[in-house]
């Protein structure tokens, strides 16, 4: 198993262009969500996902947009990047059966210039 | 889901017990206790959760009070290698609680 992959591990971006950050996992899990954490701070959550074609907003949703077509693939789409969305984002996934802990990417570092 | 207190900011030696408070004191008859942490700038990482009754595994032993209005998590024997930002996350159990808010943790320093 590969686990939460999430790619690029990098980016540079400029204000106003748009791109899409990709999440995959290969554990079946029902839920996935989308964090962002800047620089000194805690995880904030974006958008989440309890199965596919059901999404949610989290806490910082504006300026982002999410779909689920399939289990395995929970793309984040930036539509109009700004420098206040620099920052790593992680994407999670969990089981929707019992209760599991998530597992977690090891992040995109988006910087917007 | 109910909210969390953790300490900003906690020393340990190494090969010592590490013990990290956690306040929950609004939770929830349905909302368990999830601790992560997260090593330097990498994803976070599930160490265990809990209900009521006391938790072990490979990484950490959970203490739940028998009010359930706070909780610890225990690593017996620290390394410099658990350096690194521990958060208590409150969250139900059923899909409406899948949204899992994170508070600021507490950040761990293992000194040798």
């Known amino acids: 198993n590969a686990g939460v992959t999430q790619t690029p591990k990098f980016q540079v971006l400029k204000t106003g262009q748009s791109m899409t950050l990709q999440c995959a996992q290969d554990?079946?899990?029902?839920?996935m969500s989308w964090y962002r954490q800047d620089p000194g701070m805690g995880l904030r959550l974006i958008h989440y996902?309890?199965?596919?074609?059901?999404?949610d907003q989290g806490e910082v949703p504006n300026g982002y947009n999410v779909s689920r077509s399939t289990t395995e693939d929970f793309p984040l789409r930036l539509l109009s990047a700004a420098p206040s969305q620099t920052s790593v984002y992680f994407c999670?996934?969990?089981?929707?059966?019992?209760?599991?802990?998530?597992?977690f990417g090891s992040g995109t570092r988006l910087t917007v210039v | 889901d109910a909210k969390t207190t953790q300490p900003p900011s906690m020393d340990c030696a190494e090969g010592r017990a590490a013990n990290l408070p956690c306040n929950h004191s609004t939770i929830s008859g349905n909302e368990y206790v999830y601790w992560y942490r997260q090593i330097h700038s990498q994803g976070p990482q599930y160490i265990i959760h809990g209900l009521k009754n006391n938790e072990t595994n490979e990484m950490a032993s959970l203490i739940i009070t028998e009010d359930r209005k706070s909780s610890t998590l225990i690593l017996p024997h620290a390394t410099l290698r658990d350096t690194a930002v521990y958060y208590c996350i409150v969250r139900a159990s059923d899909t409406g609680g899948f949204k899992t808010i994170f508070g600021a943790g507490t950040r761990l320093f293992v000194k040798a």
């Open positions: 554990m079946n899990h029902e839920y």
């Open positions: 996902s309890v199965g596919a074609g059901i999404t």
């Open positions: 999670a996934s969990s089981s929707g059966r019992g209760n599991y802990g998530y597992t």
